[in-house]
């Protein structure tokens, strides 16, 4: 089926740790998107992609990096993961027109 | 800074009834809206989009644009329970949507 692709769909990291978050679309879309979702904050941006080959910043960049490895995917890598992180993790990707697609979501806890 | 502004409610309906939800936004150049819904514990679904001003039907749901107060609405029409989630309001006119906060919706029976 078409769309957006989030692996994995529940992590548990202890403090420090690192761990890539993947993405994958098969819908042609240029623009890819990382975010976070807290209880009572909504969605916020971490990191973007507008095309392949290109990144950029969100609203909450620190402590997160990204790779565009080609149209398809967009990956986000927590380097040293903190409790702080824990959240629920969405990627999304969006054509011209029709707003975004979606993934699943990733439940990430951090102790 | 783009700023949507949304209740979070909760709105309370009752089956059948109208359930309206409203939306207002800072930036008057902007020109596209989309309205998501989304379930507990699942991830934002599209399931409406207006750029123009006026009304715009999809079956029980309508997206209303008021660019002159700067404003955007979604009324459900005959609500069910199953229309019970979080509506999410975002303004997308550029690479970086705005997203509200969104409004959770209980339709009870």
């Known amino acids: 089926n078409a769309g957006v692709t989030q692996t994995p769909k529940f992590q548990v990291l202890k403090t420090g740790q690192s761990m890539t978050l993947q993405c994958a679309q098969d819908?042609?879309?240029?623009?890819m998107y990382w975010y976070r979702q807290d209880p009572g904050m909504g969605l916020r941006l971490i990191y973007y992609s507008a095309s392949e080959g290109t990144t950029d910043k969100g609203e909450v960049p620190n402590g997160y990096n990204v790779s565009r490895l080609n149209k398809r995917e967009f990956s986000l890598r927590l380097e040293s993961a903190a409790p702080s992180q824990t959240s629920v993790y969405f990627c999304a990707s969006a054509g011209q027109h029709y707003g975004y697609t979606f993934g699943s979501g990733t439940r990430l806890t951090v102790v | 800074q783009k700023e949507v502004e949304q209740n979070s409610g909760p709105l309370s309906v009752p089956e059948g009834a109208i359930a309206s939800l409203n939306c207002t936004y800072s930036d008057r150049g902007s020109q596209s809206f989309f309205w998501y819904r989304q379930y507990s514990g699942k991830s934002p679904e599209l399931i409406m989009f207006?750029?123009?001003?006026g009304d715009k039907e999809d079956g029980r749901f309508t997206a209303q644009l008021n660019k002159a107060s700067q404003y955007v609405s979604l009324l459900i029409r005959d609500s069910q329970p199953s229309d019970s989630a979080t509506y999410l309001c975002a303004e997308g006119g550029s690479y970086i949507p705005t997203f509200g906060r969104g409004t959770s919706l209980i339709v009870h029976p």
């Open positions: 819908m042609n879309h240029n623009s």
């Open positions: 207006i750029y123009s001003n």
